[in-house]
């Protein structure tokens, strides 16, 4: 059974060029509730923590630097089928394949600066979430 929580990041360079109103804009008419979110920056030592499954990658230095070079919005987002509706709404990596209306076709600039992280199975959300945000922090 599809369960009802996605993990969010509105990634630095959406930051950058003032899309965090529109973006979580997107996520409300998207049906999603905000249950938790904050506004911080990582550390190159969380970046690493946080995407470490993907240590092994050749991007993955690029990948630390870039999402510890400014601010991000981290959010736990809850719906019905949550990750499959969200993954659905922020489109394809690569914002040039990216469906009309979807968030990454909106505000990404590239495959690289995507505008948005959002959590590609129901294991991975909770971890993800869990990463950002304490049971105390959610609503």
Do not use: C, W
């Amino acid at each position: 059974m599809a369960g009802t929580v996605t993990f969010t990041m509105i990634k630095p360079d959406a930051v950058e060029a003032n899309n965090i109103g529109p973006i979580l804009a997107k996520i409300n008419e998207g049906g999603f509730r905000i249950v938790a979110m904050k506004y911080m920056q990582l550390t190159k030592e969380q970046a690493g923590l946080f995407y470490e499954i993907h240590k092994e990658r050749p991007f993955f230095g690029e990948l630390v630097d870039y999402m510890s070079s400014g601010p991000i919005v981290a959010a736990v987002l809850s719906k019905e089928n949550a990750v499959t509706d969200y993954r659905n709404l922020i489109g394809a990596t690569d914002p040039t394949k990216a469906a009309e209306g979807t968030i990454r076709k909106l505000f990404a600039k590239s495959i690289a600066a995507n505008a948005v992280h959002g959590s590609d199975s129901d294991e991975n959300a909770a971890n993800e979430a869990n990463f950002f945000f304490s049971r105390l922090e959610r609503f």
